[in-house]
């Protein structure tokens, strides 16, 4: 066991159907195969920004639910900065961990400020209200996404890239040692993608771990400090982005071929095939899963319509 | 504007005075000794008139105010942890379950009032249980459609139960008592049903104010509201036990009373914002001004009396109408 992990997972088994799913989930008549994970095992250092990556039902979401409690795992053990996961109480675990959901929809018409001050919620007691200091944190949490201009903006009235940074800063107002992030590019254009990016840049710097869930090799390629590939309810391998970001581990995981360029420094990902025609690109090394090119097929760039 | 913990004070303030300023001016209407308005000057002289004022008008006027409280603090939380705009104690079968419970233990169980009360608030529970968990069942539409579906099928169960009650009631004695419930009102109320509604309704509208920021937590996604460090399970029970005790008390006194629960948070949260914070008081003092001033006409206007769930009803799907056609209510899921 690693002491400096402040997340240590250790043979983790989880399945939807209730069972332990220790036994691959077979056990269950009705869904055969169905444990989402199957004895993964991870250690996160303190302080680094950790890219869970794979393709969707390979067990990313679940694996952050799990991480912050919402599930229960059928086997297997979760340690938290040093102590068992099940030591926390409901408000030590508000104070360690935030969590920035896929999508969060805001059934109320709070306004910003009020939405943001929700993320003080583990620091007051079951009775308590916001203090002017809770307000203090809460307006520089969203300083700090660079929302502070919103503050007194409905939430019904904000754009979606302004909305995930509202989101954002409620998880920072929590002021947590640990931020969670569930997809947090996805909806987001190139312009907010970059924010929300530097941001967790800037929080690792300060101290935070950042354990973030993407489908995109391109979101893990620019942001991750070390990149946990995930392979139906498996680590497929957990290295620094440069080594696990290769076209064969890419290609073996999503299933179809994968080309990985590098310009400067940079790692470019993209599908090694377009789905108009089986053309390959030069360079494409994803062995065992590429088709072969049809004999008179066009050049790519001609083939779509 | 001045903020603290019970959100914006100018618009607190105003409605805490003209709900001070309706309990002051309904304890002068009436129809004695003339129709409407009982001068002051006869309140000091007529000795009738005092009695009136301080025995009938009194205990009826307050019963009305915690009945508006009752049914728009539950309704407030019924709406904000259920995450579902649309809903309201009489919707979810919440208010027919406590008349059903207290039609049911007038029958078979020929208690006191807090055997009533115990019985109205189990039921109560009951109806809405049985709402939550069939509208997780329904396996269509999305969970704001689904619950009010699930509701409105509990709702119409108790009450075609309380009409089954009716023909097993004596005529003479209990059947009076029934009819009453399906109805709605405060007509004969005395300070006795007074003394049994306080100790049943402040308790939970206390345990609703002082959980209020909480509410703000649990009408966020399961998710959300987890990572933020609350208990949902238990926090939302505790809230959801305190809004049935609430509204299940003012049920057995007054009957099924409808749709204030439903509009009335909706105007609060228009005046002073969603944030459960101010929004609850604000819910608790406008749904007391409103059910008073709908009180008062059903009392007032005609010789008769006019049955107080038909009144609100009336202005309450009429206002509901015109909320929903409106800009400004946004509803997603």
Redesign the interface.
Known sequence: MNTRAIIDVSDLWFSYDGTDGADGGTSDVRHPGQAVLQGLELEIPAGSITAILGPNGSGKTTLLHLILGLLSPGRGTIRLAGRPQASYSRREMGRLMALVPQSEAITFNFSVLEYVLMGRAPYLGPLEMPRPTDRQVAAAALEMTGAGALQDRPVSALSGGEHQLIILARALAQEPRILLLDEPTSHLDLGNQERILRILRRLSAAGVTVVLTTHDPNVAAAVADTVVLMDRGKVFSAAPAASALTAHNLSAVYGVPVLVLQAQDRLIICLATFPQGTQQLPGATGSALQTPPPANSMPPQLSGR | MARC?WGRWPTQLILALLLLIGLLLSLFLGRYPAPYWTPPSALWRDGMAQRLALNLRLPRILAAILLGMALSAAGSVLQ?VF???LVEPGFLGVSQGAAFGAAFSILFLKGGPLVVECSAAFFAGLGLAGSYFLARRIRFGGWILRLVLAGIAVAALFSAGVGMLKYLADPATQLPEIVFWTMGGLWGVTWKDVGYLLPVVVPGLVVMV??R??L??L??????A??????PRR?RTLLLAAAVVAVAGVVSVAGVVGWIGLIVPHVA?RLV???A?SALPASMLIGALFTLLCDDVSRTLTAGEIPLGILTSLLGAAFFLILMSSRGV?L??
């Open positions: 913990q904000m995450r579902n705009p002082l959980m920021w909480r703000n937590l009408a966020l996604p399961e998710e959300t987890f990572s933020v460090g609350t208990a926090e949260r914002g969603a944030d914070q946004r997603t899921q």
